[in-house]
């Protein structure tokens, strides 16, 4: 499978080999220099411990398309669920924040797993994370209920 790309932004597959880079952490020469997060770490983690290909449900890493700069990472947290549901998680250096970058790779991730027969998006964030919220709102989700601690949203296919 090739890049992801929207206007932007480039939404990268993640190999092992990336995936082992970003756990050492020695800065790959396209790492923008506040890449990765503890969250791409995580990604990077689970990807790395998975005992089936996640394909194509797997991890990206964003980049810039004018530079090509990594600047975070948006994937799936497993394959698609015998529903046909998946679930999404994302994030950005603190540089990269603030600019459309999380919903335009969302977006774009979305328009994916429902091209690979995917019905339906989860995603949650804390109730703190105003800003995740937001994001998830500008790409087409809905809230769809929380708990004590996190909102949770969607977006479903599964009636068209």
């Known amino acids: 499978m090739g890049d992801l790309a929207t206007k932007r932004l480039v939404l990268h597959p993640l190999t092992r080999a ?33 005992t089936a290909d996640p394909f194509p449900f797997g991890n990206f890493e964003i980049r810039l398309r004018a530079d090509g700069r990594a600047i975070g990472g948006l994937g799936f947290h497993g394959p698609m669920d015998t529903t046909g549901t998946v679930t999404i998680g994302y994030g950005l250096i603190p540089s990269a924040r603030g600019k459309g970058y999380a919903s335009e790779a969302l977006r774009a991730l979305l328009e994916f797993a429902r091209s690979q027969g995917a019905v339906r998006v989860k995603g949650d964030a804390d109730h703190a994370n105003v800003a995740s919220h937001r994001v998830m709102l500008a790409a087409g989700m809905r809230a769809v209920g929380e708990d004590e601690r996190v909102r949770y949203f969607e977006v479903s296919w599964a009636d068209e």
């Open 18 to 50: 990336e995936a082992e880079e970003i756990l050492t952490g020695s800065p790959g020469a396209h790492w923008a220099p506040d890449y990765p997060t503890p969250g791409d770490t995580i990604a990077a983690n689970r990807y790395l411990s998975a």
